[in-house]
């Protein structure tokens, strides 16, 4: 059997060099889109005290030594997003960080362990306004790569057909045949065993509803969506939304969307809560769970929730930006769209 040529191989870096080249064209038109808004480019740096506090989101850990000797956990951050807010406290009103982030535990086609996130914030301004420069920079990458359609796996959408709308729960309704909102009490807890009557996917005996919420998305919602034309996925559940804040007309739903092309998803924004109180509580629910499930959890990092009480209402988004040049430039891996992918 023939050994597979490195990344690094020439005949394989000619075959991905047109892509790069998207890439690069893309990013440029990106910064210059910013620009003639007045957003200011922030360069965040990537060792943190926390890399965030989900549950489900694993970080790479090292060990930071002091001129002293005595060694401190660091983290490589999975988002830029609690410096982010940090500047939003400090003043900062319309910021971008395009940088790279770490996630461990993730590798697939669209999965790399490093890679790049866009991650932007508009003080004082409504999560409908970030929906819409979302849906403008997919537009932008698309004409920037000269393409009229985003193909992956089989599927195809058009970038500048009208996005489709839909909630989390007609989604549910829709795809899966399951009314989501019936298994949220009114304070927006979880009803586990009322989604577990109604599932249409299997599920083990020890899974929470956040489990059995995970699997029906990813095994009967994430494929319909964005086929055809970009959805705008929106209103998550309260329980799923950590660091959004509630709706107000609604406290069992958040001001969380995600936006899918050909069943990718691309990004993940929120309405941000501001609440430190509230965050805390968030964070160490997510933190039990973790511990629970793989034996380990982040600190809180206390600086944020400083932060938090001085920031004032925000809205944010951060979109993975080389599969948005996947699609854009018609690839299909990841690594063809990484200048140097992840050995």
């Known amino acids: 059997m023939a050994t597979p040529s490195r990344w690094f191989d020439p005949s394989r870096h000619a075959d991905r060099r047109p892509f790069l080249m998207a890439r690069n064209r893309i990013v440029a038109a990106i910064r210059h889109w910013f620009a003639e808004r007045d957003f200011v480019e922030v360069d965040c740096a990537a060792l943190a ?183 705008v996925l929106y209103e998550y559940p309260s329980v799923e939304a950590a660091l959004a804040r509630t709706t107000a007309r609604d406290s069992r739903v958040a001001e969380r969307f995600e936006l899918y092309a050909c069943g990718v998803e691309l990004a993940n924004g929120f309405g941000e809560l501001t609440d430190p109180e509230e965050q805390r509580r968030r964070f160490v629910a997510e933190m039990d769970v973790k511990e629970q499930v793989y034996g380990e959890r982040y600190p809180i990092d206390e600086e944020l929730l400083e932060a938090l009480a001085m920031m004032p209402p925000a809205s944010g988004v951060a979109l993975g930006l080389d599969r948005l040049v996947m699609l854009a430039a018609g690839a299909t891996r990841i690594d063809q769209v990484l200048w140097t992918p992840v050995g």
């Not at 002293?68 to 988002?79: F, K, N, P, V």
């Not at 599932?199 to 009967?220: H, M, T, Y």
């Open 49 to 231: 005290l926390s890399p965030g506090n989900e549950a489900h989101l694993h970080a790479f850990a090292t060990g930071l030594i002091q001129p002293d000797g005595a060694t401190e956990t660091r983290y490589l951050h999975t988002s830029p997003e609690f410096a982010c807010k940090k500047l939003l406290a400090a003043g900062e009103t319309r910021i971008f960080n395009l940088g790279h982030v770490w996630r461990n535990r993730e590798r697939t086609p669209t999965h790399s362990p490093e890679f790049t996130m866009l991650e932007w914030y508009r003080a004082r301004e409504d999560y409908e306004t970030i929906i819409a420069d979302t849906l403008a920079l997919v537009q932008l990458a698309a004409r920037t790569a000269g393409t009229r359609q985003f193909t992956w796996k089989g599927r195809t959408a058009d970038p500048f057909a009208g996005a489709e709308w839909l909630t989390v729960n007609d989604a549910f309704k829709t795809h899966a045949g399951v009314d989501l909102l019936a298994t949220l009490r009114a304070d927006g807890t979880a009803d586990r065993d009322a989604l577990a009557r109604v599932s249409p996917v299997a599920f083990g005996k020890g899974e929470s509803w956040s489990d059995i919420f995970s699997r029906i998305l990813s095994e009967r919602v994430e494929p319909q969506l964005g086929n055809g034309r970009i959805t």
